[in-house]
């Protein structure tokens, strides 16, 4: 009992009232479905808006030697670390408005900053998948309170497992891909913790990049970060084990 509560909540990040109630709101006017012409048309609005945020932390950066970005710990995973500050970018003249695509402005993006110490790049979290994330993990924590076990059904990967809602008395909510459109599942692992499976997006840049021969220690999800403008939510690390990628903790 104690080994799944500590282990979920050391993992867990924190979020204020406020935070979850405009997810909340977003959550509740965003369909379940998302046909292709709706999911294209979702995709180029945020597009220009990560260059132009892009641009204007380039030239910050040029021009103070410093990030505007938000302080995170050492814990927080990697791609959930660095916020953009835009509230910094507005008060020195670098960006006039905030995108109308960023949770600040009440958008469905949080806008983040990657490899901070080398070559700066702005990428998009979909915060409502985020969000039913957390829904999954609050469900998956209370059972194991109550129960002393886990939700799980069958195994996916080592160590992963498909949830079983039926068991907790939930309806299997549906979580979107920014990669390719397609409704994904969500995972739960030994500990406890939930997270969102990528493995067939990955495995269709895996095919579309030609290679076979990545460095066993290749996080696969570099990938899907590479060739979009995005990032994976709340996701295992992927290595590719007999040609397939394997979920492993990241």
Known sequence: MNRFRMGGQRRLTQHSAAFAALLFMLLSLSGCMYPKDQFMQNQVAPKEAVRNVQAAIDQYKAETGMLPIKNSTAETPKYEKFYVDFAKLGRTGYLTDIPSSAFENGGSYSFLVLDEETKPRVKLLDILAFQRINDIQSWVTAYIQTNSELPKGEQMYPGFYQIDYKSMNKTVPAIRS????????????????????????????????????????????????????????????????NNEPQAVRP
């Open 178 to 241: 920014v990669f390719s459109g397609q409704t994904i599942q969500a995972l739960v692992d030994d500990n406890g913790v939930v997270y969102s499976d990528y493995g067939i997006d990955i495995m269709q840049f895996v095919q579309k990049s030609g290679k076979t021969d990545f460095d066993a220690a290749f996080d696969l999800r570099t990938l899907l970060v590479d060739g979009t403008d995005f990032v994976p939510v709340k996701s295992p690390a992927y290595r590719l084990v």
